[in-house]
């Protein structure tokens, strides 16, 4: 990845809140550290985010996973540029509850037209793997 400028957390921190759809800012993510290629974020606990039962919903934690690889794929660019999912595989390994959820996307291979990548989730809790991610995404 061609890196051009020096991402910090402040300036994912804004991407977060100036590029991203009002109910995935809705989720709280916190930009933790940054790096090129590889973005670690946290998933803050909320009972909205919950499913009956109380643990994190599925559909919260493929929300924050996308979210932190886009963050991640940008970071190694150097800047943000437009780009769309294509594919993203999660198997969940076990469930999160009462605990924030520890986010780790690295990008694998990164390209021209797609790029790939893998995300780690984790309870913030014992640190236990959570859930396990691989994307795809286009470069537009």
């Known amino acids: 990845m061609g890196e051009t400028n020096s991402v910090d957390v402040a300036q994912a921190q804004r991407w977060l809140a100036e590029l991203f759809a009002p109910w995935v800012q809705a989720l709280g993510l916190e930009v933790v550290r940054i790096a090129p290629g590889e973005a670690e974020?946290?998933?803050?606990?909320?009972?909205?985010?919950?499913?009956?039962?109380?643990?994190?919903?599925?559909?919260?934690?493929?929300?924050?996973?996308?979210?932190?690889?886009?963050?991640?794929?940008?970071?190694?660019?150097?800047?943000?540029?437009?780009?769309?999912?294509?594919?993203?595989?999660?198997?969940?390994?076990?469930?999160?509850?009462?605990?924030?959820v520890r986010i780790l996307a690295r990008v694998l291979k990164p390209g021209c037209t797609l790029s790939f990548g893998e995300v780690q989730m984790s309870s913030a809790a014992d640190g236990k793997l959570a859930a396990q991610v691989t994307t795809t995404y286009a470069m537009l």
């Open 41 to 100: 974020l946290l998933l803050p606990f909320s009972p909205q985010l919950c499913r009956v039962g109380g643990t994190v919903c599925g559909q919260s934690l493929m929300a924050a996973a996308d979210t932190s690889m886009v963050l991640a794929i940008a970071s190694g660019l150097g800047e943000f540029r437009p780009m769309t999912t294509v594919g993203q595989t999660t198997s969940f390994m076990r469930a999160v509850a009462d605990a924030d």
